[in-house]
Every structure is written in C-alpha cells, then in structure tokens.
C-alpha cells in the first residue's frame, strides 16, 4: 500500500543524486591534479576539492538515508509520515546550509570562513571530514533532531517491525556519534581518539544498521520471502556488525600514541569485520534464490544483490587487507587505504541509496511496479559501468598502494615520497580513466529516469 506522505522521500533523493554529481566531479578534478599538479590552481588547490568531495559524499548519503527512511517508515508502520511538512522544511534547510557551507570552502580562505562563522568561540573546524564550519554542524544537529523526531513518532504511533527498530538503532546512532564533532581537545592523541568515533563508528557501526534495515526492506518487497526469515538474518548480521565495528575502532589506534593493547584488539576484531558482510551476501542471494515472485523490478534486485557483494569485497575483502597491526605498519596512510575507502563507501553505502532508489522512484512516480524494460536496461548499463569502473579504481590504488609502501616504506633503500609518486604516475592516470568511465555510468543511471516505454506490469 502507498502512503501520500511518502512522497517526500522524492525530493530527497532528487537531492542526493545532484549532490552525488557534484562529489564525482570534484573527484575527476582532483584526480586530474595528482597528474597535472597546477590543474586548475589557484582557483581550485587540492585541498580544497578534496574537501569538497569528501563533504558532499557525507552530505548526499545522508539526504539518501533520510529519503529511505520517510520512505520506508511509512510502509512498515503502516501510516503516514507524522509530519510531511517537517520533512519538507528540514529538506531545504539542509540543502542550503550544505550549498552555502561548499560556497564558504571555494570563495575564501579557509582561515577566514572560520573566522567569520565564530569558530573561535567553540573551535570545532580543520580536522579531516569534519572541516564543516561550528554553525554548520549545529545545523545539521538540528536538522537530524528533527528528522529523527518526524521518524519515531511514525514508528511510535504505528506497526512495529524488525526493520523500523534496526532503523531507528542506525539513526539514533547517527546522531549520537555526529556530536563528537563538538570535541576538539588540544591534546592531539585525545584528539584523533575521539575524532574516530565519528568516522570510524559512523560508516564501520551505525551506517551499516542503516544499511541493513534498507537491505532487508527492499529485499522483502521484491522477493516476497517471509518476514520472518529475513528478521532472523537482519538480528544476526546487526548484532555482529555492533560486535565487531565498535571494538575494530582499536584499527585506527595502533600509531596514534595510544596503549599497545589496541594493536591486539583492533587487529583481531577488525580482522573480523568482514563477517557480517559476507553473512549479508548469503542473505541477499538466499532471499532472492528463495522469492516467491518475480518481481518486475529487475534492476533494484540487481543493485540489491550488487550491494552485498561490492560491501563484502569493500568494505569486508579489501579493508582485512590492511587492518593487521603488522600490515598497518607499512601500508597506513598509503593509496592502499584510498583503494579500501573508494570500494567501501561505494559497495556499502552508495548502493544501497542506489537501491532503495531504483525501487521507490518509479512509485514514487506513479507507475505500478517498475520503469518500463526499456528504462532498466538503461538503468543496468549504469549499474555495470559504475560498478565495473569502481572495481579497476580500486585495482589500480591497490596497484599504486603496494607499489608505494615497497618503493617508500619496505626496501632497504627507501625512496622519497614524492620521487615515488612520480614512479607510480601511470596508476593515477588509469584511475583518472576509470573516474571517467564511472562518470559515464552516472549519467547513464541519471538518463535512465527520462526514458520512456510501456510500464512494467505489477507483481
């Protein structure tokens, strides 16, 4: 059953692809300044389109996750949205708040935009991801209040299910976590302690039960297996997904001037955090080998299926290949870690948005099921090309990763950092290739929306 209410997950979701454009640009630029160091400078420098990259990522997931909950809140409680109207205004507030802060970082020195935005009075900016000015963040701390007020009151006052609880668990998270930000400790070793819970409990702990909570939705939509069953899954994978993300922090303490016994235990539980999502790639395919139905959205049970794989091979296959404290050694801070955070957010967290997408628009749209056949081919072709592209991306950091920790790190004659950027030039000009290709993808998955034809039939 559709609910009107949910209609405000629509304009989310126009949101979070605009932004996700802009976040694919910015890369291609700073792709293009690793080869050509003055591309574009000084009016764009390095480190202000690497800023710009990383925060519009944050942000657009963040409008995807929001769309997926007034979404899906809705259809599991079975009423509508406690207040469309909330949704709508906290929609624009973001959104404004996100173009101006992008503004402030490409206009002026980023001294002077913390100058002017009080960041002396509660100094909170310059640290990596959270370069968002203190008014910023206080924005987004109002405006995920709100969200999350508008949300538990539907689940509140409505069905309970495993889903909306994993949901709100993910959520509630989300907020707690963000508030870290706040903590800036002069001491640099608190500092980093602290700034990981944020990062790292965000997209290795809270994001993932958002992640799972989307999963198992579109999963029992599409493949009409029981409830019950995927409940069972969605309980096991979460807990271990608390399990080992909170503990598998120690990962990001080995060097950092904490106690040695982190070494022990962020090795051993980070080395088992690819458990969860591998568990999520059997679940996904078991439900869909197990459907009683076949859905007519075959290109959100594709991108359903793609995130658990991508998110096994990311975040689970390519993140143990660096977490051993023996290995971190060589390899922290190499391109390694940029192979394993590319693959990762996309496997994980760009798919699942991705999914949730593909399933809602075309209702969200009117039609009765799906796009036309036509549309999801298209739609297919942009999934194959962003997906296949992100895997050479990867290969080619990792190629540069080793080939840097041997040249720098390893070798009884160790070179200089940046006589060993110039040997590893080739990998940046293949990664830049496959930025462009993935570019291609994007437009292709956006082309999709506009392509007409005869209307899936429901299931």
Do not use: C
Request: hydrophobic share 55%; no cysteine.
């Amino acid at each position: 059953m559709q609910y009107q209410s949910q209609s405000v997950a629509k304009l989310y979701f126009i949101g979070a692809l605009g932004l996700f454009a802009g976040q694919i640009l910015f890369g291609l630029v700073m792709g293009l300044q690793y080869v050509i160091g003055d591309f574009l400078f000084p009016y764009l420098p390095f480190n202000i389109a690497r800023m710009v990259h990383t925060n519009l990522l944050i942000v657009w997931l963040l409008f995807g996750f929001m769309g997926a909950s007034y979404y899906l809140v809705p259809e599991e409680s079975e009423r509508e949205l406690h207040s469309p109207m909330l949704a709508i205004i906290l929609f624009w507030v973001f959104l404004v708040a996100g173009a101006l802060t992008i503004l402030g970082y490409l206009l002026m020195p980023y001294a002077r935009l913390a100058e002017i935005t009080g960041n002396a009075i509660l100094p909170t900016m310059g640290r990596e991801f959270l370069e968002q000015p203190t008014i910023t963040k206080l924005g987004i701390v109002v405006v995920v209040l709100g969200f999350i007020y508008n949300i538990g009151m539907t689940i509140l006052q409505g069905r309970k299910t495993v889903v909306t609880t994993v949901l709100i668990t993910g959520l509630l998270g989300l907020a707690v976590f963000f508030l870290f930000s706040f903590y800036n400790p002069d001491n640099l070793i608190l500092d980093k302690y602290f700034w990981w819970w944020v990062v790292h409990l965000w997209v290795e702990g809270v994001w993932e039960l958002i992640l799972g909570a989307i999963l198992a939705f579109v999963l029992i939509k599409t493949t009409g297996v029981d409830r019950e069953i995927i409940e069972k899954w969605l309980y096991v994978i979460i807990a271990m997904t608390l399990i080992t993300g909170i503990i598998g922090t120690g990962h990001h303490y080995f060097w950092i001037g904490t106690p040695e016994y982190w070494q022990w235990l962020g090795s051993v539980f980070s080395a088992m955090e690819p458990i969860p999502f591998f568990m999520m790639t059997v679940f996904a395919f078991n439900m869909v080998n197990k459907r009683r139905r076949e859905h007519p959205n075959k290109a959100a049970v594709l991108w359903a299926l793609g995130t658990a794989v991508m998110a096994f091979l990311g975040a689970g296959v390519w993140g143990f290949l660096h977490t051993l404290s023996p290995v971190n050694y060589y390899t922290h801070g190499t391109q390694i870690t940029a192979a394993h955070g590319h693959m990762a957010f996309y496997g994980a967290y760009v798919m699942i948005v991705l999914t949730i997408i593909s399933y809602a628009m075309p209702l969200l749209r009117g039609r009765a099921a799906a796009n036309s056949e036509k549309a999801q081919v298209v739609e297919m072709w942009g999934f194959w090309l962003m997906t296949v592209s992100m895997v050479f991306l990867t290969l080619f950091l990792t190629g540069a990763g080793i080939l840097q920790v041997y040249l720098q790190r390893a070798t009884e004659t160790p070179l200089p950092f940046m006589v060993v950027q110039d040997k590893i030039m080739l990998f940046y000009w293949l990664r830049e290739i496959a930025g462009l290709v993935f570019l291609v993808g994007l437009v292709t998955y956006l082309w999709s929306f506009f392509v007409g034809g005869d209307e899936a039939k429901a299931a």
